[in-house]
């Protein structure tokens, strides 16, 4: 069993910055992919990013060029740089952990981007 724990949500004015963080309880030896997904208000969760063992990203088109996700594999993390932030992007992030057959998620962390 895996925890994952979010931090460096907040509230944040259009074009500002946030940095999420997330890190697993326990050292994670096999191939997997951290990501980090959203769910707004009224809406399905949607993938933002995520990044594989041996360094593969993706992104969502809707945060391309804007969001850099990040791991440190010494300290089981994962990081999301949110820059040019946009009041559509407020929602919940919640980080993910897929190893195998097996998923992990954490327990959210609210970013709310308004003037």
């Known amino acids: 069993q895996v925890q994952l724990v979010e931090s460096g949500g907040g509230l944040v004015q259009p074009g500002g910055s946030l940095r999420l963080s997330c890190a697993a309880s326990?050292?994670?030896?096999?191939?997997?992919?951290l990501g980090w997904y959203r769910q707004a208000p009224g809406k399905v969760r949607e993938l933002v990013a995520t990044v594989t063992t041996l360094g593969d990203i993706n992104y969502a088109d809707s945060v391309k060029g804007r969001f850099t996700i990040s791991r440190d594999n010494a300290k089981n993390s994962v990081h999301l740089q949110m820059n040019s932030l946009k009041p559509e992007d407020t929602a919940v992030y919640y980080c993910n952990l897929k190893i195998v057959a097996s998923e992990y998620w954490g327990q959210g962390t609210l970013v709310t981007v308004s003037s």
């Open positions: 326990r050292s994670i030896f096999s191939i997997n992919t």
